[in-house]
């Protein structure tokens, strides 16, 4: 089991910042990989980035390339999401999930992650 607590969501104007927090608790943080997803209203949920269980490897959603990092602290049980240049199409709720026990599909499938936080509302204004 997996408990996730995202943070650090808000109100920024377009060009700003913002650094999401997602505190994980339970299975030994170090053992599984993590993803970030937005949904926006009436939109689907969607993939933004993801990050291999030793933080070695990195990936993203073309929207976010060049403006958003993910990370990891194994020592603090976290992943963040930096997020500069900031538009106003970011505008979603911001979702951490770590992968199952036994993950199958690609980074970027919502199958592949088992826990999910609640959200975080991120609104970029313009």
């Known amino acids: 089991q997996v408990q996730l607590v995202e943070s650090g969501g808000g109100l920024v104007q377009a060009g700003g910042s913002l650094r999401l927090s997602c505190a994980a608790s339970?299975?030994?943080?170090?053992?599984?990989?993590m993803g970030w997803f937005r949904q926006a209203p009436g939109k689907e949920r969607e993939f933004v980035a993801f990050?291999?269980?030793?933080?070695?490897?990195?990936f993203y959603a073309d929207s976010v390339k060049g403006r958003f990092t993910i990370s990891r602290d194994n020592a603090k049980n976290t992943v963040y999401l930096q997020m500069n240049s900031l538009k106003p199409e970011d505008t979603a709720v911001y979702y951490c999930?770590?992968?199952?026990?036994?993950?199958?599909?690609?980074?970027?499938?919502?199958?592949?992650?088992?826990?999910w936080g609640q959200g975080t509302q991120v609104t970029v204004s313009s």
């Open positions: 999930a770590a992968e199952g026990e036994n993950y199958s599909g690609d980074y970027d499938s919502e199958g592949r992650y088992r826990y």
């Open positions: 339970g299975r030994t943080f170090g053992s599984y990989g």
């Open positions: 990050i291999m269980r030793s933080g070695g490897s990195t």
